[in-house]
């Protein structure tokens, strides 16, 4: 596999797990978008940017697993924040039950990648 085809694929990889990431980080409260894009971006190999976030949470949020409320900031303008809601936590969980699965099958075929002559 070429090198771009290999960086396009964890890119589509990154792309189709980032929203439960970031279910995962309004798991313990609400956030806003900024917020949000920092700690992906603190996470290593998770880097997104304000024009990624805010479509995917759009999504999210038509889907019904998040919600929102606008609050006022005391360093400008009002912020959106982001909730869990109960749909989005039944969601994640799902999926973190589907990802060990996932997870341990892909760890074991790269593993076995070393072991051929």
Not at 69 to 76: K, L
Not at 113 to 117: D, S
């Given at each position: 596999m070429v090198l771009g085809g290999m960086h396009s694929g964890v890119s589509q990889l990154r792309r189709g797990i980032l929203q439960f990431c970031v279910l995962a980080l309004l798991r313990d409260g609400e956030k806003y978008a900024f917020e949000l894009v920092r700690e992906l971006c603190d996470a290593h190999g998770l880097a997104t940017s304000e024009g990624t976030i805010y479509p995917l949470l759009s999504r999210l949020r038509k889907e019904g697993w998040v919600s929102t409320?606008?609050?006022?900031?005391?360093?400008?303008p009002p912020r959106r924040y982001?909730?869990?809601t109960a749909s989005g936590r039944k969601a994640l969980t799902g999926f973190a039950g589907?990802?060990?699965?996932?997870?341990?099958t892909v760890d074991s075929l790269l593993g076995s990648?070393?072991?051929?002559?």
């Open positions: 409320a606008w609050q006022e900031s005391e360093s400008g982001y909730t869990l589907e990802w060990g699965a996932f997870k341990s990648e070393g072991n051929n002559p």
